[in-house]
């Protein structure tokens, strides 16, 4: 796949899929959680929503340095072959203050069925700051992209 290709399988993954797997860690001790994430335009930072009493946020703030799976699967035996994944790699940072309205605007238009979850006091919005995409299809076409 040729960069340009690259690219637009990238956005069409990051705007058809509403939710991803994101991998944090504390202790060496590897966790997964599913989560509703939005993109900025320019694809260079993700955002998502937890509550602050969880071990996803306690490994947050222990480790800040995330990935985010995101994929195309259906659940079909054949997506082994034909399915699309992209692993956004980056470093994860809670919002607050102003950043946190401008980001909560983003993700309630990608999730306005979350709207009251994530104006929960409770709950904390980070955002990642994506350093690299690594996007893998047909099994095992590896490219990276810079945002």
Known sequence: MDPADAK???GRLLDTRFTGVLATSAEDRPYASLVAFAVFEDMKELVFATPRQTRKYDNLKTN???AILIDDRAGDPSD?????AVTAAGTAREADGRERRERIAIYESRHPNLKEFVRLDSTALFSISVQEYILVSRFQDVIRISP
């Not at 082994?80 to 699309?84: C, Y």
């Open 8 to 10: 637009k399988e990238l």
């Open 80 to 84: 082994i072959r034909s399915a699309a």
């Open 64 to 66: 800040p340095h995330v």
